[in-house]
């Protein structure tokens, strides 16, 4: 032990910083049981000891702490998978941390053991200041062994969590021919007009269609529709859509006045929360000059009813 640092004045606290250090490291012998599972650890297995009570202890020690008896000397391979039983995040490590990055210190219940093993959880490279929402109790975790082992507990890098979910790119191109239904439908939204079939049972369809869905029979009437009706359910989502300007948007089912099926359609000007089934709602056409052939030319349905509008 040597001072490096002393302060002193007649008005200040006298103070000094120390270092207990030795030179070589210090050496201990690991005995029976921790020799065991540190030699297994280096040759890249984990294993626990059995104690008289049946439980499997991991790290294993020559006594039982539930009891103080002795363990049987049954070595008992555990992992390496295992769950985690509870977690403390580290936003800011410490020069003597394993990362230098945010992580967590989580004890870890390996399969097959009886009690929890300390040890570092890396949740990745993009970890920051807060805890990750995937880091909870019950996540699973497996070890990551260093390449080059010397029998210490720090042989396991770290755990990590099991694969449970990959992103893939997603992406299909695709060509829809219009037919002539369909054609003469999207022809009459650039004219803000909203077009529908009757069928020979007399129920209206919309959009246009040439066919019954039912049973194939021609339709017999093609219908104009107002742009105005009410809204049978719908959902809010968080998930970011391209046709949506912000999150949490709205879409929903809407039931045009004369019509005997629902569009599929989004909601907007109002709070997500202020959304009502039954609420009358109207279409809200693009401007003539973004109107196109090739998509539908309604941006959205808003509140029809007189205070409902909120933006």
Known sequence: MSP???????????????????????????GPVIGRFLTELRDGRIVGVRARSGRVLVPPTEYDPHDGSPVTGEFVEVGPAGTVTTWTWVAQ?????????PFAWALILLDGADTPLVHALDLGPDSGPAPPRRLRTGLRVRPRLRDE??????????????????TAPTRLDYTIRAGPALTRYLDAQLEGRILGMRSRHGTVYVPLRDVDPTDGSPGTEEVEL????????????????????????????????????????????????????GMRVR????????????????????PAEKGEDDR
Request: aromatic fraction near 8%; charge should be negative.
């Open 149 to 166: 082992r010397v029998g210490d507990i720090t042989d396991i890098a770290c755990f990590r969590p099991e694969v449970d979910r990959i």
């Open 93 to 101: 490590p410490r020069p003597a941390h394993p990362f230098t990055r």
């Open 226 to 277: 107002p742009d105005t009706g009410v809204l049978t359910m719908f959902s809010v989502n968080h998930v970011p859509d391209p046709r949506a300007p912000e999150v949490p948007f709205v879409t929903g089912y809407v039931r045009l006045d004369g019509a005997d099926v629902d569009l599929l359609a989004l909601i907007g000007r109002v709070e997500p929360s202020r959304v009502r089934t």
């Open 4 to 30: 490096d640092r002393q302060t002193g004045s007649p008005d200040e606290t006298l103070s000094g910083g120390h270092t207990v250090e030795f030179p070589g490291g210090y050496t201990r012998s690991t």
């Open 283 to 302: 279409a809200e056409w693009l401007p003539p000059e973004e109107r196109s052939r090739t998509r539908p030319s309604i941006r959205w349905f808003v």
